[in-house]
């Protein structure tokens, strides 16, 4: 069964880095789109980035663009999202996603605080 587990999260500083890794299984990866997504209890769970299926075509939401950058290892069945200069505004849980066949697939998620 499909399967995506995120790793990488924890409390850091405004300004400073982290770097999360989501693993998949289940699927064939390195033939299908995946993505990062954020959700804070309260609100929409937005988008934050995406990376083709052989990773030569990134995107980004405005809020993240220039600060995050996805990118995918597909020999390890392996998508990354590293985030520098974090803001208090980037606290939520992290989320990886795989669209397959009319369904979307979540892994459970990794918190990330951004507090002083």
């Known amino acids: 069964q499909v399967r995506l587990v995120e790793s990488g999260g924890g409390l850091v500083q405004p300004g400073g880095s982290l770097r999360l890794s989501c693993l998949a299984s289940?699927?064939?990866?390195?033939?299908?789109?995946m993505s990062w997504h954020r959700h804070v209890p309260g609100k929409e769970r937005e988008l934050v980035a995406s990376i083709s299926s052989i990773g030569t075509t990134t995107n980004y939401a405005d809020s993240v663009k220039d600060r995050f950058t996805i990118s995918r290892d597909n020999a390890k069945n392996m998508v990354y999202l590293q985030m520098n200069s974090l803001k208090p505004e980037d606290t939520a849980g992290y989320y990886c996603?795989?669209?397959?066949?009319?369904?979307?697939?979540w892994g459970t998620g990794t918190l990330v605080t951004v507090s002083s």
């Open positions: 289940g699927f064939a990866f390195s033939s299908n789109v």
């Open positions: 996603n795989v669209y397959l066949r009319d369904k979307d697939y």
